[in-house]
């Protein structure tokens, strides 16, 4: 046998070994996550669907039951779901139920084999997990009011994981064998080498010395070394490891982008000056979700925030360029303050945005108007604000991230002033489908200023689609739709979702007593006792909000409940928004009428079930409400996210309260935990209301933990990180080409 040979035959054997061990105990661990993953699934379903259950069982409607397990059953991962009673009979099953699965049977499993045993079943608290083949199962007992009725069971088909552990087995082979004889073959060839004293000359080549007057492997390291930073950057923007802090993001930032500072382009500025009745200047926080979200950022990065300068007393804070620093008292980035005359603030933001393209996006029944005025502001100031940005510019490789429908044309304003920039757009309301776009006469202008961004992102898959349709149906582009892409005169735009989220922990929490403080305080206020129920809405004075749908889903509770009524308080804080506009003036003498037309139906004494407040709110007064609130209804018609769900769930640290929330909302997607409703549905809008008035203290703490451990994980930190990350691979992919191109004009 060669030595070769004698070397590699023993190395590949041990690999060969290893390869199996580490399979046998890849396949044990993932076996034992798919286990907890169905069982967490199965928590989940039950979870959501405990409470009609219980209604339906003890209305002793058992096909209903039966009609809820068919529909969980759907699940890929649920076989079938039964429930039984305590005296062992069936009360429903989903078809495909096992037939020797009896109800003898499960009890046995669960360990509470006799009906008659009123001990065992008190003390079955916790779900019974039975491995069985291919086939698991997860029983759960079934309380209410402190009494157990029966158990639900979910049958879980696992031979999916016995497909993935046997996919999982092949991996490991397969990739220890290719290893073993890479590993094997390289030893070999350093042998070689090094036996023939290249190894010094093979260095020399790493480090890129020139060999015979060529360059040397200098290029390649280099190339890898970019590749590892790539494949750094691609960890970093699906998560990482660990936490999204504002020092993780401000890190990123320092490494990926070389500290350069980021200019933010937004009509809502986050600090507004005002000067009070008693001539003293106030600062205020806008009622803006966009603010919300995009404040830490800057405190986090530091740059300028490029906005309009709507206080007061703006002007006289700033300095002659229209700055000032923020936020007070701590300060670390800029507010760049761009004036507007009364004519083009009323064409251009009050006309062409929010009578324009505001109604246009949202599906909530208010027409969009388009005048020819009102588009020419809009285009003026877009391009002040353009303008502004490109002042910020301290590089010519600056980062310019745009805000929202205010400004669609300032991404290809900024690209044309500064070709070397970064530009990033934010879409932050609903695209509508293709077809509804093409109602904007202006549909090919506001596309074609966003595609001067290199980013364009949206809150939802479904809305980058709805623009990558209007792209393909209305412009002269290609769409690259592997990469996710429009290639428009030669540039490419990215079309991204990134879902927005608030910063954790947010930082009004702080602001405010603890939870029973709040709840005494706000109670007190509102001349309500100690164990009144209170319910919450906390919008913007606007149609697409479904504030009216709230308080009819109110008024329906209450006539649906009447025990409710005198216990039950419903508190709406609408910040008036966007009032020189009439249909905004309209929606808030609806809103009134309605409010009062409640009151006058059900209060009585001092009580009334609806207490409207129509003004401003500074955030730590809105934390109180969230604090002290039993429940949240965010009930918007149509939302691109709605960080108010989000920020109810956060200022929960108490882990109670409940949020009902709006199919129609782009937080519906991830706060699942949510009672989620249809808001046009009265009926399913109104049992919402009084399924959470009754939810049990530690189905509430379940659903909430599980919110807060999401928006944990994904708070705006790691929104602003992914954007920024997929930014940072741009621009390196940038550099790479334009001195590739360098290099060949040079040659
Ligand atoms: O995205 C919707 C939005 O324009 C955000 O900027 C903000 O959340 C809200 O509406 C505020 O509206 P306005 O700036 O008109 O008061």
């Given amino acids: 046998m060669s030595r070769a040979a004698r070397f590699v035959l023993p190395l590949v054997v041990v ?20 286990e907890k993953d169905v069982q967490v699934r199965a928590h989940g379903a039950f979870a959501v669907s405990r409470q009609a259950v219980i209604h339906h069982w003890r209305s002793g409607r058992r096909q209903a039951v039966g009609r809820i397990f068919e529909g969980m059953a759907h699940d890929r991962l649920f076989l079938a779901v039964a429930a039984c009673s305590r005296d062992g009979t069936p009360v429903a099953r989903s078809p495909r139920t096992p037939a020797q699965l009896t109800c003898r049977k499960l009890a046995t499993m669960a360990g509470v084999p006799r009906p008659a ?9 916790r779900a019974v997990a039975v491995h069985e083949g291919n086939v698991d199962l997860t029983i759960l007992p079934l309380r209410d009011r402190g009494q157990t009725l029966g158990m639900v069971a979910f049958v879980h088909d696992m031979s999916f994981a016995a497909e993935r552990e046997a996919a999982t087995e092949s991996f490991y082979l397969a990739a220890f064998a290719i290893l073993a004889l890479a590993a094997a073959g390289f030893t070999v060839l350093v042998g070689t080498l090094s036996e023939r004293r290249w190894i010094t000359q093979v260095r020399g080549l790493l480090r890129g010395d020139p060999v015979d007057g060529a360059a040397g492997f200098g290029p390649i390291v280099r190339d890898f070394r970019e590749l590892v930073a790539r494949v750094q950057a691609e960890a970093e923007s699906a998560g990482g490891a660990g936490a999204w802090t504002p020092e993780r993001l401000r890190q990123l930032v320092g490494r990926h982008l070389s500290g ?13 000056h005002e000067r009070g009745a008693g001539g003293e200047i106030e600062v205020l926080h806008p009622a803006s979700g966009l603010v919300t979200a995009l404040e830490p950022i800057m405190r986090a990065c530091s740059g300028v925030w490029v906005g309009h300068g709507s206080g007061s007393a703006d002007r006289e804070t700033a300095d002659s360029q ?8 701590e300060e670390s980035y800029a507010i760049r303050r761009v004036w507007l005359g009364p004519d083009e603030e009323r064409g251009y933001y009050e006309g062409f945005a929010n009578e324009g393209l505001w109604p246009l996006c949202h599906i909530a029944h208010t027409r969009p108007i388009f005048r020819g005025e009102d588009w ?25 991230f745009v805000q929202d429908y205010h400004f669609a044309l300032v991404p290809r304003l900024v690209r044309a002033r500064e070709p070397r920039a970064t530009v990033l757009a934010f879409w932050h309301i609903p695209w509508p489908n293709s077809e509804h776009f093409g109602i904007c006469p202006l549909r090919y202008e506001i596309m074609e200023g966003l595609l001067g961004s290199s980013i364009l992102g949206f809150q939802t898959q479904l809305h980058c689609n709805n623009f990558l349709d209007a792209v393909d149906r209305y412009m002269e582009a290609r769409i690259d739709r592997e990469r996710q892409a429009v290639v428009y005169q030669g540039r490419v735009t990215l079309v991204r979702p990134y879902p927005i989220s608030v910063e954790w922990p947010i930082r009004w929490v702080q602001a405010v007593p603890s939870v029973d403080e709040c709840r005494r305080e706000v109670l007190g206020e509102l001349g309500l006792p100690p164990d009144a129920i209170l319910g919450l809405g906390v919008d913007r004075l606007d149609y697409t909000k479904g504030i009216e749908e709230r308080l009819r889903a109110v008024e329906r509770l209450l006539e649906r409940f009447p025990a409710l009524r005198g216990r039950f308080t419903f508190v709406q804080i609408a910040a008036p928004s966007r009032t020189p506009i009439e249909r905004y003036r309209e929606l808030r003498r609806q809103v009134e009428a309605l409010a009062a037309s409640i009151n006058a139906r059900f209060g009585s004494g001092s009580w009334h079930p609806v207490v409207l407040r129509c003004e401003h709110h500074e955030p730590p007064r809105v934390f109180r409400h969230y604090r002290a609130a039993d429940l949240c209804y965010v009930s918007s018609l149509h939302d691109g996210m709605n960080l108010v769900a989000k920020e109810f769930v956060a200022a929960r640290d108490d882990e109670r309260g409940v949020l009902i929330l709006s199919h129609f909302t782009g937080a519906a997607r991830e706060l699942t935990e949510a009672l989620v409703v249809n808001p ?19 189905e509430q703490a379940e659903r909430m933990r599980s919110m807060r451990a999401f928006l944990a994980d994904f708070n705006v930190y790691r929104w602003a990180g992914r954007i920024l990350v997929d930014a940072a691979r741009l621009r390196q992919r940038y550099r790479f080409s334009s001195s590739a191109l360098e290099r060949a004009s040079v040659r």
């Fill in 376 to 400: 020419m502001h809009y285009q003026r100031v877009n391009r002040k604000f353009a303008a502004a940005a490109c002042a910020e510019a301290t590089s010519d490789e600056p980062i310019v």
């Fill in 680 to 698: 046009y549905d009265l009926e399913q809008a109104s049992a919402a209301l009084a399924a959470a008035i009754a939810m049990p203290a530690d």
């Fill in 260 to 272: 350069e500072k980021i200019i933010i382009v937004a009509n809502r500025e986050p600090y507004i």
């Fill in 117 to 125: 045993d009123e001990a065992a079943w008190r003390a079955w608290t």
């Fill in 15 to 34: 690999l060969g070994l290893m390869a199996w061990i580490a399979s046998l105990v890849a396949n044990s661990v993932t076996r034992r996550w798919f």
């Fill in 322 to 329: 229209g700055r000032v620093a923020v936020p007070p008292g």
